[in-house]
């Protein structure tokens, strides 16, 4: 039998309708384009701007960027090789995005850019609910800026693309990551704590004590949680400095009405982060509970070899997850539009009738479909309600030789003989009283 071809696994095609992958539905393209369609409404309403970089970019700028020693280059990632040159599809947007900003100078361009994007990322994690290989995300980064309020800013913004879709119950957490010499400070002290303690830690807390010991602060092993409680905290290897800024952050979420929780066990998987770190959590997601998480990150420019100060602030998001989240919630989603007008056509004649008619209304912005496969009336009639078209234009021989045709208001069955002349005329009038006040709906752009 011939192979039949399929997508790699952890990935999955958008239809133009709802489908099922690996036991997830996957909602159809119009549900994506409404999406989309309201993150950049909001990401407007806050006027950032969008940015579009490479989905490749150098294997380089990413393990600077996001850390040797971060899950994501370690075990995550997917490198192309071509030649000598080693290129990673991008696992995230933020390392990209800075290096546009100092790659463009756009530090030039009125000192901070509100940015914000939406597109494809890539990691070779270990597919399940919520969690795919190649997945998208939203976010917005606000570079050149050290102000407390960009971080409140880019928090309420995040909130504000859920607020916008109705989606309730989220948890906001926060914490202060310090600066890195505060950092070092902890880790050595968090060590000393935990290694007494190396029986009651799982496999990978062991290893992690030796290379990362900050990661065993998010564990999900119910042991270590336990033991945790009593482990030293970062906040208090904290300078005032660090401390007055945080307070500040919680000061302008106070200001914003913003409610949030305070984590001080809350770490992030990138090593860019300082000072600000912040997760939003649904309880609706099940394993994959992080719907968004974000944070400071002063320090990546200098990463990735730049004299240039670029502090940044920003959040990301997965669009699969914002997906889960409004199906849980049965969030009402736009349906895709049908066409204004499905034309049947009986007989050589009028199929060329069909096409040149379907021509002439498109151009005039009407949108119409008709059949391809040369089918009877009825199949051409069963089609147009398939496509949930409001009217149907009909014409065979007769109605062609006399210059007329039919139009029929599919809900009502109403038909009438129009002129075929004065056909895109009347079409749009009926398609202005059908529609009336509906002509502002959202996904329409046509
Ligand atoms: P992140 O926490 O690694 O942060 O990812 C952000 C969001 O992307 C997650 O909360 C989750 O919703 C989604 N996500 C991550 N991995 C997957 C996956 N394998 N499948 C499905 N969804 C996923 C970042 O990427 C940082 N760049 C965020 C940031 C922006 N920090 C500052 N600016």
């Avoid at 997917?78 to 530090?107: C, I, K, S």
């Avoid at 004590?209 to 042991?223: A, V």
Wanted: charged content about 30%; glycine content about 8%; aromatic content about 8%.
């Amino acid at each position: 039998m011939a192979k039949i071809w399929r997508n790699i696994r952890g990935t999955f095609d958008i239809l133009p309708w709802p489908s099922v992958a690996d036991g997830t539905a996957v909602p159809g393209s119009s549900a994506w384009q409404y999406v989309e369609d309201v993150i950049r409404r909001t990401m407007a309403r806050f006027h950032f701007e969008e940015i579009r970089t490479p989905v490749l970019e150098e294997e380089g700028l990413i393990v600077r960027g996001i850390g040797e020693g971060s899950d994501i280059v370690t075990k995550e990632m997917f490198v192309v090789e071509r030649g000598n040159d080693r290129y990673v599809l991008r696992p995230e947007v933020t390392a990209p995005v800075m290096r546009a900003w100092l790659q463009h100078h756009l530090e030039q361009r009125g000192g901070v850019q509100r940015l914000y994007y939406i597109g494809p990322c890539f990691r070779a994690e270990r597919p399940q609910k919520g969690r795919y290989r190649q997945f998208h995300q939203f976010g917005c980064e606000t570079i050149g800026a050290d102000d407390p309020r960009a971080d409140a800013e880019v928090i309420a913004l995040m909130l504000a693309v859920y607020d916008a879709f109705g989606i309730t119950g989220s948890r906001l957490r926060i914490n202060t990551l310090g600066l890195p010499e505060e950092r070092k400070q902890y880790v050595e002290a968090l060590r000393a704590w935990l290694t007494p303690h190396k029986d009651t830690l799982s496999e990978s807390g062991r290893q992690r004590l030796e290379k990362n010991p900050l990661r065993i602060l998010d564990t999900k092993d119910e042991r270590e949680q336990a033991l945790l409680r009593d482990a030293p905290l970062l906040i208090d290897f904290t300078g005032e400095q660090t401390r007055e800024r945080y307070e500040s952050v919680k000061q302008c979420l106070g200001d914003a009405g913003i409610d949030f929780i305070e984590d001080f066990l809350l770490v992030r998987g990138l090593d860019y982060y300082m000072h600000t770190a912040f997760e939003l959590e649904s309880p609706d997601l099940g394993a994959q509970s992080a719907l968004a998480g974000g944070g400071r990150y002063d320090l990546l420019a200098s990463a990735l070899g730049s004299n240039c100060p670029a502090p940044g602030v920003g959040f990301a998001a997965g669009i699969e997850r914002l997906l889960l989240a409004l199906d849980a919630q049965d969030a009402t989603i736009p349906e895709a539009l049908p066409p204004d007008v499905f034309l049947v056509a009986l007989g050589d004649d009028a199929q060329r009738w069909a096409f040149r008619e379907a021509q002439r209304l498109r151009r005039q912005g009407i949108s119409a479909s008709f059949d391809l496969k040369g089918r009877s009336m009825k199949a051409q009639m069963r089609e147009a309600h398939r496509q949930r078209a409001p009217f149907t234009l009909i014409a065979g021989q007769t109605e062609l030789e006399a210059g007329v045709v039919q139009l029929k208001n599919m809900d009502s069955g109403e038909q009438v003989q129009l002129s075929a002349d004065k056909v895109p005329e009347h079409i749009s009038k009926c398609l202005r009283d059908a529609r009336g006040s509906e002509d502002s709906a959202p996904v329409s752009s046509r």
